[in-house]
């Protein structure tokens, strides 16, 4: 009930109004706001197979271990790094107990077997074009577009503080257990070592490593050793062993899991509720009935579900990136152009725009109509949103 509870909506939900949203996942997430579960699916959640692998090699299955963390990083390339540290902790451990040279080949060759088709495509796909296109598109990203992930000063809070102090307590508690204890220890060390570096050197490469991204699998299992502590101090107790203690014990742990499905399926049912009176549910409605091939629609940047909820292209989207250097340049020029429009409400832009880009509709504010310029018209209003539709060809002015 302990393990449920601690990660259940209702915590959340409480620590987010008692304190802040930085205190959401206080007890399952990592730090720089990037966990493995979260509200949405989506390829970071394969990380539990991190977990799944530590739980495999400390019941002695070090190939399968392997393989599960290497899944994760096939999954999501960005746990290259984390999949990386716990083979190499993985081979330490298993040359400290069994001193076995071709043990320590074989698991190499075996990680070294299965990373390399994610290794390939990784290299392939995100490999630079040039070395100064690779570093203005990867300043893009940790300036511009994902600093809370990728910049030290945006995450380093007091919620890291709290997060040093569980796994400090973690590590006191596995002294004992030299699978857990190591994996911990290990992966906190690299961790803390590799951020040292980013925070004395600065630059984009590592940063865009994530190597703070470790503590997406040490702060989750630092808790859970935390309970685990906990759950075992109760059950040494003399208490345990009254049957009247250990009923209600029974009782107040199924109430408390109860009460956590039950809130869990209200905050569930009122998200929906939530999606559901989206304003933009019309919007999307509308593109969705009335799409056409050729259709290109200028959004503001931020409305990031248009294209999964509509079925048609958007320009650009703030959420969605590219991740080589040439597309991740044009994907920011393509923001700058959209944003520029959106801020000024200036039609001569929006002729540039269309004439260069190809533009066939414009979704803005209803509110915004102003904005209506010459070479459009209204093809769609309701409360919230209006699309124009760009009926004649533009040149470019």
């Known amino acids: 009930s302990m393990l449920i509870g601690s990660h259940s909506a209702a915590l959340r939900f409480a620590l987010s109004r008692a304190l802040s949203a930085n205190w959401t996942y206080i007890f399952e997430d990592g730090v ?3 966990r493995i579960l979260g509200p949405v699916f989506q390829p970071s959640v394969f990380g539990v197979l991190m977990i799944a692998s530590i739980c495999l090699f400390i ?3 070090p190939y399968l271990a392997i393989l599960s963390a290497v899944l994760a990083a096939t999954f999501h ?5 984390s999949a990386g540290v716990l083979t190499v902790l993985y081979m330490l451990l298993t040359w400290k107990v069994e001193r076995s040279p071709g043990k320590i080949i074989s698991l190499a060759a075996t990680a070294l077997i299965f990373v390399s088709p994610i290794l390939y495509y990784a290299f392939d796909s995100f490999s630079g074009t040039s070395p100064e296109l690779a570093a203005r598109a990867r300043e893009i990203l940790v300036s511009y577009r994902i600093p809370h992930h990728a910049q030290i000063d945006q995450w380093l809070d007091a919620t890291v503080a709290v997060k040093m102090t569980f796994l400090l307590a973690a590590l006191y508690l596995s002294r004992r257990s030299r699978g857990v204890f190591s994996i911990l220890l290990g992966s906190a060390l690299i961790a803390i070592l590799l951020t040292a570096v980013q925070a004395l050197l600065g630059g984009s490469f590592l940063a865009l490593i994530f190597p703070w991204r470790l503590s997406i ?3 989750p299992l630092s808790t859970t050793v935390i309970l685990a502590a906990i ?5 040494a107790s003399p208490l345990f062993h009254s049957t009247a203690w250990l009923n209600a014990l029974k009782i107040s742990s199924g109430a408390a899991i109860l009460a956590a499905v039950v809130i869990g399926a209200i905050r569930f049912k009122l998200d929906l509720d939530r999606k559901a009176a989206n304003p933009e549910r019309g919007l999307f409605t509308h593109i969705y009935t ?3 091939p050729q259709d290109l629609y200028l959004t503001p940047v931020k409305m990031q579900d248009f294209r999964l909820e509509s079925g048609a292209p958007a320009y650009v989207d703030f959420k969605s990136i590219p991740y080589k250097d040439t597309d991740m340049l044009e994907w920011y020029r393509r923001v700058q152009i959209a944003d520029e429009f959106y801020q000024s409400g200036d039609c001569e832009r ?3 725009a269309v004439a260069r880009e190809n533009i066939t509709h414009v979704v803005i504010e209803t509110g915004q109509m102003s904005l209506a310029c010459p070479f459009t018209d209204v093809s769609y209003q309701d409360q919230y949103f209006t699309i124009l539709r760009i009926v004649q060809s533009v040149p470019s002015g």
């Open 350 to 352: 929006l002729r540039d």
């Open 290 to 292: 009335h799409k056409q």
């Open 59 to 61: 019941y002695q299955r």
């Open 32 to 34: 720089a706001d990037q």
């Open 77 to 81: 390339p960005t746990y290259l790094l």
């Open 231 to 235: 759950a075992a101090g109760i059950s």
């Open 217 to 219: 699998f040490i702060l």
